[in-house]
């Protein structure tokens, strides 16, 4: 665990680099935190951190930075709940169930939860899309499945094949070696968010979920500046894993957040 010096030092580095984003307006828009969370509040999400971390990449202070970032950026599904529902992994904002939606899935892993509460929901396909080899095979036991439209190929922000780090014991894979080993790797399909949808006839996206392994930031930024697709919900993970220092990380996560808002 790291020393009270060194945790003054992150703190003091991290706000240095959120300085930018820390404007009259961004103030203006996230004053009711100072009502809704007091010092202690904060210390106590603090100390919830250190003694439950999640996952062994995370830090405990960059899971105390995201959650503010959460309670600037989000509505609290605890405060609102008549405005969401859980659906299988994910939350999201209710839906009209006699709507015509379309709705990709990006990043499947072995938890087709929400995928398949989602059809049956709102009794609508599924995109979902994965090039991982052993979600592939996993997916075998869906193919019957006329509603989870099922893709071995991964969302990017060009159409290319690409290295994808494995695992031989894991079903996530990503252009980053996030499991720690170079040398596991297979060449997979990626395609533009624009391109997928020409080719599905799509020219919108009512929910676009996404837990694609540290890239969900490019796709996002990519889609917002050279595309006119806006879809009504983005349900996402961004990870930091070892990817990038979260001290510019964070920063980033904070002004796309600002781009989806503008």
Same mark, same amino acid.
């Given at each position: 665990?790291?020393?009270?010096?060194?945790?003054?030092?992150?703190?003091?580095?991290?706000?240095?680099?959120?300085?930018?984003?820390?404007?009259?307006?961004?103030?203006?828009?996230n004053a009711y935190l100072?009502?809704?969370? /007091?010092? +202690?509040?904060? #210390?106590?999400?603090?100390?919830?951190?250190?003694?439950?971390?999640?996952? &062994?990449?995370?830090?405990? =202070?960059?899971?105390?930075?995201?959650?503010?970032?959460?309670?600037?950026?989000?509505?609290?599904?605890? /405060?609102? +709940?008549?405005? #969401?529902?859980?659906?299988?992994?994910?939350?999201?904002?209710?839906?009209? &169930?006699?709507?015509?939606? =379309?709705?990709?899935s990006f990043g499947i892993g072995t938890d087709v939860s929400f995928d398949t509460k989602a059809a049956e929901m709102y009794r609508t396909p599924i995109f979902m899309y994965d090039p991982t080899p052993a979600v592939i095979d996993f997916m075998q036991a869906y193919k019957d499945n006329e509603l989870l439209k099922f893709v071995p190929e991964g969302v990017y922000t060009e159409d290319v094949s690409i290295k994808f780090f494995t695992h031989p014991d894991k079903a996530n894979s990503s252009i980053?070696?996030?499991?720690?080993?170079?040398?596991n790797f297979v060449e997979v399909p990626v395609k533009k968010l624009e391109t997928i949808m020409r080719e599905n006839g799509h020219d919108r996206i009512d929910i676009l979920k996404m837990d694609i392994e540290g890239v969900a930031d490019k796709v996002i930024e990519q889609m917002i500046d050279e595309t006119p697709v806006r879809p009504l919900q983005i349900v996402t993970e961004f990870e930091v894993r070892g990817i990038e220092n979260p001290v510019t990380y964070l920063p980033k996560i904070a002004s796309l957040m600002s781009k989806l808002q503008g």
């Open positions: 665990m790291a020393t009270d010096k060194e945790l003054l030092s992150l703190l003091k580095a991290t706000e240095g680099s959120l300085k930018t984003f820390v404007t009259d307006e961004f103030q203006s828009k100072l009502d809704k969370y /007091s010092d +202690q509040e904060i #210390f106590e999400v603090f100390k919830y951190c250190l003694l439950r971390p999640s996952g &062994k990449s995370w830090s405990p =202070i960059w899971q105390t930075m995201q959650l503010i970032f959460q309670a600037a950026f989000s509505e609290s599904y605890l /405060s609102r +709940q008549d405005r #969401f529902v859980k659906v299988g992994n994910y939350i999201i904002h209710r839906m009209p &169930k006699n709507a015509d939606l =379309i709705i990709y980053y070696p996030i499991h720690g080993n170079q040398t």
